[in-house]
């Protein structure tokens, strides 16, 4: 089902690149438009869908939380404490700040337990030792279970040139990271570097999938030769005793894009949807991953009913809600404009839940006052050539 709904409180703060972490029934947004306000000084909200109404409502943060900037497109993953349990924590990894700086921390974020019938999340920090990864963004981040153990394998990726190669002309020129697979021991914080003769060239905004000791790499956009590889990467890791096992597998596949959505609609079935198949050509075709123990299975499915304005916009974000359900957006043309919100907004839903139930009202039924945020200090969309332009050209 397709469903376009109402922006309300705060949505003005949606912006390209935003992330949603799914803990049961609670929904919260991050990424702001801007820095956050007194409102709202934490910068995540509650993501309130009632009744085809879109609200963001201001959440709090314990008071022994570290500091969370809005990141755009940062690296999110769900972790559990055992294999398909319940989502305890997220992590979150790298992302632009409002100022355009890129981030190299990793952040473990949980849901506290309801004071006053206001829940309020619990954001740390964790240092990494080792190949710490660099700072980056558009990369991708997965948990994966092998003899009982977890890791974490994070892939991907953009930044910016080397300190020692930026000049005045190219001060905001971002590059394709290193092809590396990292290996990150949450228990501990080492981090381990993996340089694999299959994975050639450096991606980002890629899909990653895992099940089990495997995670499968769809997609991605390669600067340096802008390419869109229709390849499938599966990564396998085994963690025995001692040294960790990394190894890459190369599986043809017609499928070619960047910067689509996935969600999950059962343990071994996920959904590809959005995304670009070139940079002037969206991706209006849904994929279904079916994943067993040795075995992948890509098939296109049914596609939605797409509204005129969904089929004429250039450009179209989101993410992923979770129970099949994802949260996209698109640019509001000139008639339409508003002052309140510049983004149509719907929820495409591919699960058997009705994703207006997936979120709760934080008990209170007054009203938010909207945040005005800061707005952000200027911001360039870069081509492949490394030339700047103005949002408006």
């Given at each position: 089902?397709l469903?376009?709904v ?9 912006q390209p ?16 438009k ?8 934490t ?7 009632k ?14 939380s570290?500091?969370?900037p ?6 999110v ?12 924590q997220?992590?979150i990894?790298?992302?632009k700040?409002p ?18 019938k ?7 920090e ?19 279970f092998?003899r009982?153990?977890t ?7 953009r930044s910016y040139m ?15 990271c290193?092809?590396?697979?990292y ?15 299959e994975?050639?060239d450096?991606l980002?905004?890629?899909?990653s999938?895992?099940r ?7 997609g991605g956009?390669?600067l ?11 990564i396998?890791?085994g ?10 597998t190369?599986i ?7 910067s689509?959505i ?16 070139s940079?002037s ?6 994929n ?15 596609t939605?009913d797409?509204?005129?304005e ?11 809600m ?26 495409l839903?591919?699960g058997?839940?009705d ?29 492949r ?9």
């Amino acid at each position: 089902t397709l469903q376009i709904v109402t922006p309300g409180s705060n949505t003005s703060l949606i912006q390209p690149g935003f992330s949603l972490l799914d803990f049961g029934s609670h929904v919260f947004y991050l990424g702001q438009k801007g820095w956050p306000k007194r409102s709202c000084p934490t910068g995540v909200f509650l993501l309130d869908l009632k009744n085809n109404d879109l609200k963001l409502r201001p959440t709090t943060f314990t008071s022994d939380s570290c500091y969370l900037p809005p990141l755009r497109h940062p690296a999110v993953c769900s972790f559990s404490a055992s294999q398909g349990g319940e989502i305890t924590q997220y992590l979150i990894h790298g992302g632009k700040t409002p100022n355009n700086e890129i981030s190299h921390k990793l952040y473990i974020m949980t849901m506290a337990f309801p004071v006053n019938k206001r829940f309020s999340l619990c954001c740390s920090e964790k240092d990494l030792a080792g190949d710490v990864p660099e700072a980056k963004y558009g990369h991708s981040m997965n948990v994966v279970f092998s003899r009982g153990k977890t890791a974490v394998v994070m892939f991907g990726g953009r930044s910016y040139m080397p300190s020692n190669q930026r000049t005045t002309e190219n001060w905001n020129n971002v590059i394709d990271c290193e092809p590396l697979v990292y290996l990150i021991d949450l228990q501990f914080g080492c981090s381990t570097s993996f340089n694999l003769r299959e994975l050639q060239d450096g991606l980002s905004f890629h899909v990653s999938l895992a099940r089990n000791d495997t995670v499968y790499i769809f997609g991605g956009h390669s600067l340096g030769n802008n390419f869109r590889p229709p390849n499938v990467y599966k990564i396998k890791v085994g963690l025995p005793l001692g040294s960790p096992a990394v190894s890459c597998t190369v599986i043809n596949s017609k499928l070619s894009f960047s910067s689509s959505i996935v969600t999950q609609t059962s343990p071994d079935e996920f959904v590809i949807v959005g995304g670009y198949e070139s940079d002037s050509q969206k991706r209006m075709i849904c994929n279904g991953v079916f994943l067993d123990d040795e075995t992948i299975d890509i098939q296109e499915i049914e596609t939605p009913d797409w509204t005129g304005e969904i089929k004429h916009s250039k450009t179209w974000f989101g993410a992923n809600m979770g129970k099949g359900a994802v949260l996209f957006g698109i640019p509001v043309d000139n008639k339409h404009q508003s002052a309140d919100c510049s983004f149509f907004f719907y929820v495409l839903n591919f699960g058997n839940n009705d994703p207006a139930l997936q979120t709760c009202s934080q008990g209170s039924t007054e009203e938010q006052e909207d945040s005005m945020p800061l707005e952000d200090s200027e911001e360039f969309t870069f081509n492949r050539d490394g030339n700047i332009f103005d949002e408006d050209t």
